[in-house]
């Protein structure tokens, strides 16, 4: 019987890099922000609600949608956050149903990974058996995404702010992994959660 699992993280919490040691072992990984992205594109439904709610000039000159000039107007405006969240959530979420059912059928002992940001804030844990949170210190975060995007540390702060805390999130968790003492600790923890989820699975 496959076993679906929610990973989440705060933002340089080294989240992704957990879901690509998971990957190397064979779970399968649905990416919850490639999935937004796809969304997205020109004239897909969630594109034309956005257009709809934002305004043109989101857009870039060949129509695609400049995510990170909306990521700095919904970091800034919990309201504007909603109506993103309200657009994109549900599409996300029902695609991620999708893809864990073609891979129910191709492996019926799959291990399934969503690596999604807001997986809790989105509701989608509830559609999950197991959540893992990946967790670090904030200055660890707030280095990794300045080395990453080139960001401030101002900016990286207001994003961290924008999100659910870490303590908060601590209480939705199955597995915790803590990626504090760098990625060989983390992966010899993905290492024994792996061998736990398969025996679920």
Known sequence: MSILIGLTGN????KSLAASYFKELGAYIIDADLISRQLVVPHQPAWEEIVDKFGKEYLNSDKTLNR???AVEVF???KKRDTLEVILHRRVIAEEKNIYSDHQKINPEAVVIIDSALL???????????VI???????KQIQRVMNRDGE???SVKSRLKSQMSLEEKLNYADYVLDNTRGRDLL???VHRLYSELKTLA
Do not use: C, H, P
Request: charged share 20%; net charge positive; glycine share 6%.
């Open 120 to 130: 809790i804030e989105s509701q989608n844990y509830k559609n999950v058996a197991k």
């Open 11 to 14: 933002i340089g919490s080294g």
């Open 152 to 154: 401030s540390r101002a």
């Open 68 to 70: 990170s000039k909306l």
């Open 133 to 139: 949170i990946v967790q670090s210190t904030q200055n």
């Open 76 to 78: 800034q405006s919990a």
């Open 187 to 189: 992966k010899s923890q």
